[in-house]
């Protein structure tokens, strides 16, 4: 079994309910994406609502993954810088996939047509993106080729007495 994905799919409801649900099943299960358990979709609508606003408006590009049964699974958001002197990379932002599918390589998959995605963008030669410390994500963005190039300590408060690292980390080409 594997994803399907669609870079720019049409933002209809289904779409934006697959997107929410997937975001908070993934915040709900301690995903570094934004949110601290627990939460519901309320919670994050707001958020994702200013996300689908930038699709909208040209500003990101949504990536989504389906699984065999249709469902969003994954997800990823590549946003384009403004500053006249960053415009040669992209961030990438809101790397989810579904607690279910943990373990089956669909996170290695999702990045790997993140970057074929960013490749055929005209004048990209990078990816950025940041990640929370302490949850082994730099390891696993180290193993899909990216590099670590900086490091915020105690940048990101979880909870009160539980403050983790900003980690920024890079894919160029």
């Known amino acids: ?9 049409a933002l209809d409801d289904d779409l934006r309910a ?9 915040s709900n299960a301690g995903g570094a994406v934004g949110y601290v358990p627990p939460v519901t979709a309320a919670d994050i609508a707001p958020g994702l609502a200013d996300s689908m606003a930038d699709v909208e408006a040209g500003r990101r590009r949504l ?13 990823a958001f590549l946003t384009f810088n403004a500053h006249r002197l960053m415009t040669h990379w992209i961030w990438l932002y809101t790397v989810m996939v579904h607690p279910r599918h943990q ?7 999702l990045l790997a047509e993140a970057e074929r995605a960013a ?12 990640c929370r410390g302490g949850l082994g994500l730099e390891r696993f963005y180290a193993s899909c080729g990216y590099k670590e190039v900086g490091r915020v300590p105690n940048a990101i408060r979880v909870a009160p007495g539980d403050d983790r690292d900003d980690v920024f980390m890079l894919l160029s080409w």
């Open 18 to 26: 697959g997107v929410l649900t997937l975001w908070a099943d993934v």
């Open 119 to 130: 490749r055929g963008f005209e004048g990209i030669e990078a990816i950025r993106l940041t």
């Open 1 to 9: 079994m594997a994803l399907t994905f669609e870079l720019d799919p």
């Open 63 to 75: 990536l989504v993954g389906r699984d065999e049964e249709e469902r969003v699974a994954a997800t």
């Open 103 to 109: 373990g089956a390589g669909y996170g290695r998959a």
